[in-house]
């Protein structure tokens, strides 16, 4: 498959995330679209690590492993971003506890 | 057009789709389960890109624990439409248009590249994304990494439990 | 012998510098000799110098101490000039200076010590300035020297800082300098663009190089400069007011230092001004109305010191005359002869003041013969010398202008005879009522009147000598003499025009003039030693006794409307116009940052919205940074 309709399809799925983060005020839902950004960058880096190893076996060779650290990058992240949910999902419950809602402007100690 | 072609398109389309619809659901509990829908699609492409490993573990940990851990939440919280907050009009607006002129900027990118000119990604074969493949890596040339993401994990534990804590 | 040159005016300075600094330690007398000492030692240089001069005939060779300033398109040194001119003025300087410092310890033996000090280290800046003024070599070596007599004049007018009028006059003598000093300034930075060279060497030799044009301008731009220190209408004013500061001071001002930089500065630049039609008519015209004009002034001045500034300042329109006629021997020798006799009588009008305990009124005082002899016989022979009575000194030199004067326009001529019969008449007005006749002050002071202690005296002595014998060295052929003063000075006056008269029209005019001054004074004589002005002056006398009303004409046409103008750029253009740009400026830095502060809304969303925005702008400046350099290379 092109590797052109993969990068594009992850920067819509991306993009989509962003307008989602933008747009939505609800604190769960704007986490939400940050893991689907997250997940739009899983897949590309995946199909580019496929793409690396195409272009390694199509330059010859046998048991080339080109490619294997992308997927493991992937892994990582998927790692990062379970501890990143568990954690963040505790703020917004902790802040949920404090002031009744999960409404993202109703946090805005950031001006002064 | 082969089998993959249409896998391809159709989980694309399925993916896009939910996503959109994980932004316009009024009912946070709807959002969470478009958003299951399209962790599946994109497992569905890890699979179509023979990264199997990569596949099982996306479903598992985002579509299992993650989203059932939002769920928990916001129904914990009795989130539901009525309780919805909405942003205005302008900001729903601006916030649109912005995302649109990034994406257009990216697709434009994309079409106009030349490095890109044809590169493929390759489906269905090539053996990385197999356990056997990446355990080896894993356990070989990423071990520290990979210990160092335990560490993470206790230490996220201990905060979620610390914050979560009612004081 | 040149090497010693620079000790001329180091003298001077040390004895500045330490009656400056040590004054409060300094006990009078030690600060008396000091302060002459130093003046003392300076005339003995010059008197060595202008020997050495006289038997070489020539100058001595010019030596730069350093170079002063140094650019790529020109280079000015610290130089020294040592010519027949320069040495005469600086035996005139020195002499009489060192004979008003020596005559100023027992004057001003009244003040306290620290004032004493200040009072020397004033007096030898003053000669150390005039003596930077006389031996530069250059243009901006005698600025920075006339400069300095500029301030000096004005430290020591305001003397006696306590008063504020003599402060004024201060302040107006140093305003009115400075006004003259632009003109001098501007020729020298005329010079400096036209020429590229500021030294008396290379002007005089480069002549060739300016245009008519540029000569004219430059040489009216100099006595512009001339007219504010020699004291020429329209800039003399100040020379009156002068009288503020002590009367050695004004012996100093008026008869060594400061008045005379004018006509050494002219005659000096003798080359440049034969060579401009206009600026000679000017400075003759100039020079004329000046004499005759002050000579009308003094007429009805009750104030001794008055008096013989108005008589200072006419004098100096004689010397323009001289200057403006081409006579520049006559010009010099009157300088010269001027020094003695107006040094004489303002040390004398000293003495009396210092009898009548500050008493500068003449119609309060009369009848001092009896009382301070010494003072009456120095003063009768400084007067006689100022009417032009042969054979004391002033006739030669009056006469030399006079007969210059004829020579080049009779009118001229007339004028000047006429001014000096005025002349004549006003100084023995002056003598009359204050020698003659009945005492009229009150009997305290009659018992207390008294002659003046020797150092006091013996400079009188001294300077009445000098008066008297002093014409000789500048007898003129008519009368059977060599005229020596010219012989000598003919190597630096290059450009002397020697009047063609026919003996018989010389005897002739010298016979008017003399003839005119010695019905004058027998008039003068009767009317007032019997029977003095006391009366307040009425109708055309009032106008004279006011000045003409030319300060009040100043104050008018000049003062007046400046403060007006300054008040209006003060209220106006400085509140609203200067002031308001600034507050504008805060203003609108304060509003902004108001509208700025409500980008800052502490909501996540809006951030995010920014930064999505600005990766947005970025890609586009990034894609497009072909274009848009384009695009500013067209602009720019």
Redesign the interface.
Known sequence: ?????????A????????????????A??V???I??ML?AV??LL??????H???A?AGGGKNV?????G??F???I??????????G??????M??NVH?????F?????? | MGT??IL?WSL?AL??IS??M??VSKN?VY??LW?IV??FA?SG??IL???Q??AI??LI??AG??MV??LF??M??N?NTET????SIW??F???V???L??SF??SF??SSAD?KG?????KE?E??LIK??GK??FND?VI?FEI?SI??L???V???V??K?D | MSKLVYLVPLFPLLGFLINGLFRKSLSKGLIGVIGSGAILASFIVSLVLFFDVKSAGAALPVEPLFTFINTASFKIDFAFQVDQLSSLFLLIITGVGFLIHLYSTAYMHEETEAHFGRYFAYLNLFVFSMLLLVLGANYVIMFIGWEGVGLCSYLLIGYWFKNSEYNYAATKAFVMNRIGDLGFLLAIFWLLSKLGAVSFVEVFTHLDKLTPGDITAITVLLFVGAMGKSAQIPLYTWLPDAMAGPTPVSALIHAATMVTAGIYMVARSNALYSLSEVAQHLVTIIGLATALFSATIALRQNDIKKVLAYSTVSQLGYMFIGLGVGAYTGAVFHVMTHAFFKALLFLGAGSVIHAMHHEQDIRKMGGLRKYLPTTHWTFLAGCIAIAGIPPLSGFFSKDEILAAAYAKNPVYWGLGVAGAALTAFYMFRLYATTFLGNFRGTHEQEHHLHESPAAMTWPLIILAVLSIIAGFVGVPEVLGGGHMLRSFLAPVLVTEHHPEIEHSTEYMLMGVSVALAAIAIIIAINKFSKKPQLEEPAGFGKVLADKWYVDELYDAIIVKPLNAFAGFLKNVVEKSGIDGIVNGVGRFVQYSARQLRLL??????S???FM?LSMVVFFLVYWNQAMITHFFQKIF
């Open positions: 498959m092109p590797i052109q309709y993969y990068i594009a399809f920067a819509t799925l991306f993009c989509i995330g962003v307008v989602g983060v933008l747009t939505r005020r609800n769960i839902i986490f939400m679209c893991e689907l997940n899983n897949l995946v199909a580019f690590s496929k793409m190893h195409a272009a076996l492993t080109t490619g294997v650290e997927q493991l992937v892994f990582f998927m790692v990062v971003a379970a501890a990143e949910v568990s954690v999902l505790a703020i917004i419950v902790m949920y506890r809602s999960v409404d993202v402007n946090l805005n100690r950031l001006k002064n | 993959a072609q391809f694309t993916a896009l996503a959109i994980v932004l946070p959002s969470v958003l399209v962790f994109i492409h890890y890109l023979n990264a490993f990569l573990v996306n940990v985002y624990a993650i851990l939002f939440v916001i914990l919280m989130l919805e907050p909405q942003k900001m729903k601006f916030g649109v912005a995302g649109g990034l994406l990216f697709i994309v079409i890109l590169k493929s990604a390759q489906l090539g990385i994304g493949t990446l890596a894993l990423y990494p993401a993470l994990f230490s996220a534990m905060g979620a439990v914050i979560g009612k | 800052q809304s502490g909501q996540v969303g951030y995010i919205l999505v």
